[in-house]
């Protein structure tokens, strides 16, 4: 029964339906063909549960705030301030990008926002320096990525509502160090690769262009602040610090900046309810899925043979963990592989004593290594769309990013503590 469930799976992404159609086809095969024993009735129970979760209410949140500020000047502020201090630097264009990236995440918490809202002004600066638009197209949805582990990340939240024992705020909190890693990993490649294709520096910032800098990037640095700090000196709930950075971008974009009006208010939160509209459909089906499989027993059978033979090696059940997710996120959205894979997973995590946290951390990143990776990362399609680029022109420079990700996994699964360190401090 598993294998002909598995099968019309494939078959309906094949044929092009979107993914909560196989979702939602697997989970009626699994009631109607007696592979578990559940009602109409306790699959629709299932969905509600699956979105009445409080916490889920910061998902529209982060990604309305993130709109605002696409459509603003807070992008373009960033980009300043960043390379007032690095772009003289060799490789300092690409290495302003790759930050840039960053502190967008910490502002927006989505991926695709930020390959919009860093490559639109970015892209031209670096072909006009010199470098392969290869180079430049991956390292600027690799770079994106980031934002998937900086927090806000909305991977984090849907991972820490399906997940047992971990903490938004603590996944939040455990992105931070880990992010900056790779940012550091991503800044050497980028010298590197300046010095092979013969890129001059750029002239050094004056301390007064960077005051000037700073001070016109003092505002947009004001939403790390709001939601990191919030939540890690436990003023905000993650569902207060998504409220919080909603008003702070309209009051931001449309009343300081003025670059959004009201009227755009509209339209944007029209975009970001279809937005997510679909996330919440994912998570709803998702979650009757997982509870069906669970249901069925699908976990024990599938993960029984690998924890006997892992026994108690976290490093090995991590390992697994990691390869797990980034073939699943190659080929499917990665909300919906957290969904799915989750649950099965579960009871290895229970086993070997693994703290849900740092497998969090695990487990977004394999979510941002795939968004990126052929033949489907989803921040593939999104540069394709803004930069108008054909395909193999966006993939051709990817693997040297993505061997960087992979290394920076290993990283993190020998040295657990980089992602704990920080919310072991805010526990004590």
């Not at 086809?25 to 629709?44: D, E, K, S, Y």
Request: overall charge neutral; hydrophobic content about 55%.
């Amino acid at each position: 029964m598993l294998t002909w469930m598995v099968i019309l799976m494939v078959v309906l992404l094949l044929l092009g339906f979107p993914m909560m159609v196989p979702l939602l086809a697997a989970t009626l095969f699994m009631m109607f063909t007696g592979m578990t024993f559940f009602g109409p009735a306790q699959g629709v129970s299932w969905m509600f549960t699956g979105v009445e979760q409080w916490v889920l209410a910061a998902v529209p949140m982060f990604i309305f705030a993130a709109d605002i500020m696409t459509k603003g000047h807070t992008a373009n502020r960033l980009l300043d301030l960043v390379g007032s201090f690095v772009g003289h630097l060799r490789g300092g264009l690409p290495i302003t990008t790759a930050a840039s990236c960053t502190l967008f995440g910490a502002v927006s918490g989505s991926t695709q926002a930020t390959v919009v809202a860093m490559g639109g002004p970015m892209r031209p600066r670096l072909l006009q320096k010199g470098y392969k638009d290869s180079f430049t197209l991956a390292l600027i949805i690799n770079a994106s990525d980031i934002a998937l582990l900086i927090p806000p990340s909305i991977g984090m939240i849907v991972y820490g509502v399906i997940a047992r024992g971990a903490s938004i705020g603590d996944l939040f909190i455990a992105g931070i160090l880990p992010g900056l890693l790779i940012l550091l990993m991503f800044s050497v490649y980028c010298y590197i690769a300046s010095r092979i294709m013969g890129i001059e520096v750029e002239p050094r910032s004056t301390w007064r262009q960077r005051l000037y800098a700073l001070k016109g990037a003092i505002l947009p640095l004001g939403f790390p602040v709001i939601v990191v700090g919030g939540i890690y000196t436990g003023t905000f709930s993650p569902v207060d610090a998504s409220a919080m950075a909603v008003l702070y971008a309209i009051v931001l974009e449309v009343f300081i900046y003025r670059k959004v009006s009201l009227r755009d208010i509209g339209s944007i939160a029209l975009s970001t309810g279809m937005i997510t509209a679909v996330v919440f459909i994912l998570v709803a089906i998702g979650y009757a899925f997982s509870q069906a499989l669970s249901t069925a027993g699908v976990p024990q059978q599938i993960l029984t043979p690998i924890v006997q033979q892992f026994g108690d090696s976290p490093t090995a059940a991590l390992a697994l963990i990691a390869v797990a997710y980034f073939i699943g996120c190659m080929f499917v959205d990665p909300i919906v592989v957290i969904l799915i894979l989750t649950p099965l997973f579960q009871p290895l995590v229970t086993a070997t004593g693994l703290d849900p946290v740092h497998v969090g951390v695990i487990v977004t990143l394999q979510a941002a290594i795939g968004s990126a990776t052929p033949p489907f990362g989803c921040d593939i399609f999104t540069a394709m769309a803004v930069f108008r680029r054909p395909y193999f022109d966006i993939i051709r420079g990817t693997p040297p990013f993505i061997a960087i990700l992979v290394f920076a996994t290993v990283i993190l699964i020998m040295f657990p503590q980089i992602s704990l360190w920080l919310p072991s401090m805010g526990a004590q």
